[in-house]
Nanobody, 125 residues
């Protein structure tokens, strides 16, 4: 699976951005998708995940109620709608794919097989 993330940019606190992750090389309904983020010198952290069919989602506590993950399997694209952004959301955001027959969503990096290149989100105060 090849992943291409886009949609990052600069916005003010309270603003919104929508990230996209275009996938190729594998049927869209056969892998879970996840979003992670990382700041300089810190570990890469889980943000959100969505099941292969889109029927299940999971979020980090820090983004619940503000971020929404979704996917369009017809176009092999996953999205992360980010609303009410905070300066603490500033990070490089990565999309990832997990090819698995399991239905349960996972948050650990080690379970994701493929990664996009990252897109920078900067939220000013």
């Amino acid at each position: 699976v090849q992943l291409q993330a886009s949609g990052g940019g600069l916005t003010q606190a309270g603003g919104f951005l929508r990230l996209s992750c275009a996938a190729s090389g594998h049927p869209g309904n056969k892998y879970h998708m996840g979003w992670f983020r990382q700041t300089p010198g810190q570990e890469r952290n889980f943000v959100a995940a969505i099941s292969a069919t889109g029927g299940s989602t999971q979020y980090a506590d820090s983004v619940k109620g503000r971020f929404t993950i979704s996917r369009d399997n017809a176009n092999n694209t996953a999205y992360l709608q980010m609303n009410s952004l905070l300066p603490g959301d500033t990070a490089v955001y990565y999309c990832a794919a997990r090819i698995s027959a399991a239905r349960q969503l996972v948050t650990a990096i080690r379970y994701y097989n493929y990664w996009g290149q990252g897109t920078l989100v900067t939220v000013s105060s």
